[in-house]
């Protein structure tokens, strides 16, 4: 079975200061990997995605993530944080069989203070 | 460009009392449409999705069902509603093929008193 985890409920982070979001995954065959990002009360918003080639993957308001497949992780960097990057996280991987439905991990909840 | 609405934004809705919350796509053509709630603020679990006009798949059973009348449209419903139905409801679309990005609408909060 397809599965995602996110190690942790919540990173904590310095304005300025490099930020990494975990995320491990479980599938069988090729991952089909995401994350999105969720405000207050608002829907998710795609970040990024990989699906096959380079391994890091460059997506919205720069962030990226890198795809490490003998790790089996897809970890969500940012090199400078933004206060306004503070909202909730999702990972989440392609599930099978058929509907192109995601899974998605628990999530994690991004602090940036200035 | 493709979007996505979502309604009623917000609904208070009283136990035992029918639901029918609505989704539309613009844009686009022949979309997979899904239906995930999000309960406490965090997980998120993918109640129904539809490939096609009248094709449901129902992920967990429940209280709630799901329709497809037409193409761009995905209707969530409940004949009776439970204290347990309270959540955050989120409908997405995607493009058919394989490996495409989900888009989410706004979310409508139902709160079952």
């Known amino acids: 079975a397809q599965s995602v985890a996110q190690p942790e409920d919540q990173v904590n982070v310095a304005e300025g200061n490099p930020l990494t979001v975990k995320c491990t995954y479980s599938v069988s065959g090729n991952p089909y990997l995401f994350w999105y990002v969720q405000y207050p009360n608002r829907g998710l918003q795609f970040l990024l995605k990989?699906?096959?080639?380079?391994?890091l993957v460059k997506g919205s308001y720069g962030f990226e993530a890198e795809f490490n497949k003998s790790q089996t992780s897809f970890h969500l960097k940012k090199p400078s944080a933004l206060v306004s990057d503070s909202a909730l996280y999702f990972c989440a991987v392609r599930g099978l069989p058929g509907g192109g439905k995601l899974i998605f991990g628990q999530g994690t909840e991004l602090s940036v203070k200035p | 460009s493709q979007t996505i609405h979502q309604w009623p934004a917000t609904l208070v809705q009283p136990v035992g009392s029918p639901l029918s919350l609505e989704c539309t796509v613009e844009?686009?053509?022949?979309?997979?449409l899904y239906w995930y709630r999000q309960a406490a603020g965090r997980g998120l679990q993918l109640l129904f999705y539809s490939v096609g006009i009248g094709q449901i798949s129902s992920e967990v059973p429940q209280n709630l069902s799901a329709s497809r009348p037409q193409d761009r449209q995905f209707i969530l419903s409940s004949k009776k509603l439970l204290l347990s139905d309270s959540g955050f409801y989120l409908c997405?679309?995607?493009?058919?093929?394989?490996?495409?990005?989900?888009?989410f609408g706004e979310g409508s909060w139902l709160t079952v008193v």
């Open positions: 990989y699906i096959t080639g380079d391994n």
């Open positions: 844009g686009t053509s022949n979309p997979n």
């Open positions: 997405a679309w995607a493009p058919r093929a394989s490996g495409n990005t989900i888009y």
